[in-house]
Structure formats: C-alpha cells, structure tokens
C-alpha cells in the first residue's frame, strides 16, 4: 500500500491512521496540538450519535463503531468500557439498528453503550505510528496521499463555511459507586459512570467558540443531574471541561477530492461514529491509489 499523511491527531485522525496503519500503510500523523488539548480529550465519549439527522451514513458508521467498541471491551482495550443505559425515552429512535439489544420499556429506553476514556484511549490509538507535532497552514502543501481530519479548523483548512463550533461543558466528580448511565436528551442531561469518576453533562451551544470558564454553568449542570440521580449529591466535583465539538450543516463530509481525503465536521459524535469512518477512509485510499 501507500504513503499516507493523516492531518490531525484526534479521535477521528488517529483512528482513520490506526486503520491505514493496520492494512499496511506507512502513515505519518501530523497534529498541531498535543492529544490533551483537542476537543476529543474532551469528549465525554460515550457511542450515541448526539445531535445527528437520521442519515444512512450516519447509521452505518455509527453501527461499525459500536460493533468494534463492543470488541475492544470485550478483547480489554485500555479505556474502553460498557455501560447500561437508561435514556429517558418514549418512542424507538432511528438509530436503534445500530445499537444492538434495545428495548423500551415504561418510557426508558434500555441499551448498552460503549463509552470510552479518552486519554488513555488516544494513547493506545496512537501506539506505533510516526506522528509529527506541527501546524500547516494548507493541505496541499504536503505530498501524497492526505486524509483531511482537522476537526473544526478545517472551516479554514478546506474553505467549508458549513463547519462550526458547538461549545459544550462537561462536569468531572466521584464516581459514589454508579455503573448505570442515564441520559435525557429533552434536558439535555447526561450521567456516565466511568472507572474512577463520574461525567455529567452537559451543553450544546451551537456557533458559540470561545473557551471561557464558566463555574455557574457547571454547577448548574451539577444540580440538574443531582436532581435526576441524587446519589450524586454528595461526590466531590473534581473539575469541568468546555470544548468546541466540530459541526457541519449537512452531517460530516468524507469524501475524496484528488489526493485529499475529507472526514470532518463529525459535531458531538466524533467517538460514537469513530471506527465506521474509518474503514471508509481505507476503501477511499484503497480505491483510487
Ligand atoms: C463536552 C463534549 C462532550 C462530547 N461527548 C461526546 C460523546 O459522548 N460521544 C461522542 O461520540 N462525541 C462526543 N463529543 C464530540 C467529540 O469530542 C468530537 O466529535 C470529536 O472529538 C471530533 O474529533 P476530531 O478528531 O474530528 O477533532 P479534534 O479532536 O478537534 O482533532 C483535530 C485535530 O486536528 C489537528 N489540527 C487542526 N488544525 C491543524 C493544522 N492546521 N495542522 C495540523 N493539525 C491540525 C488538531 O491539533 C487535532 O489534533 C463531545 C464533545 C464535547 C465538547
């Protein structure tokens, strides 16, 4: 196979590398930001695919990522969990094809989701290939083959005026011993137990990007998920985290122009559509090289 440039060392970049990497590319990441400070250190990384229309393509990444997530857990891959959720619910929603053992029931809608850790997760993602800590100021200043996976910054990097920033804020405390997450999307409310703390959430500002702090927002959110599970009252707040997920109007692009490869603009479903991008990042740089 070819030599392969991945642009961006998020969960979207280094998950398309790891694919290429693994059907025997020579893949070079190059990241202009160290994986702590990208919005998927972020993310609260739990497979649902948030703020998504009911798109084929949507599905059939979304449904790739949860049967290769369901896999990790189950082969012990650093970070990668399983939890049983509680959505609070009353219809069967058009992903549910994509979430194996869905039931509803009484308003709840039941199902396992995979959820991830990503610091550490990044870390084994990014196990074994060559990555490079710089920024270009253009794609087709590099040579071969590129996959395009800039996130938000490819507003800029691919003239795509349909991307923009959803500010969301997460609040960290410890976990008093949950392992059941629940979510309510109407409150736009979410609780996900993971090894050792809790994630409540959250927000979705949609075209908002600024990173400015905001401790009433993140005691309000505290309040809100207390309300919902109140064995949470007491767990002290170990910190709060506000990111820029990377929308796109029309769903994320993934598409090849030349010798680019696109995948961006995957809003607040970056981990849950992870995987199913990427084995279509491998067929567009199988096909055409
Ligand atoms: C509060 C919050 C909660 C979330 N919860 C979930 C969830 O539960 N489930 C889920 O699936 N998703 C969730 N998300 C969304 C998820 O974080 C994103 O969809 C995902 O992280 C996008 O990944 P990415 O790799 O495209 O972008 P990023 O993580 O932003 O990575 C972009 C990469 O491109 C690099 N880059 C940019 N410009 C350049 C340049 N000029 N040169 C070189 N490199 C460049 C950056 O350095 C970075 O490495 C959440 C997001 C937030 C903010």
Known sequence: MTDVTVVGGGVIGLTAARRLHEAGARVTVIAADPPEDTVSAVAAAVWYPAHQEADPRVLRWSAA????????????????????????LSTVPWWAAAAGDVTLLDDELRFTAPLVEMPVYLAWLARGLTIERRRISALDELPGLVVNATGLAARELAGDDAVEPARGQIVLVENPGLDVSIRDESRSLYIHPRSRDVVLGGTFEQGRGDLTADPAGAEAIRARCVEVEPRLAGARVLGSLIGLRPTRRGGPRLERQGNIIHCYGHGGAGMTMSWGCADDVMELALRVS
């Not at 857990?73 to 650093?78: E, I, S």
């Open 65 to 88: 990522a949860y049967q290769e997530f369901t896999r990790q857990a189950h082969d012990g891959v650093p970070g990668v969990l399983l939890r049983r959720t509680r959505m609070l």
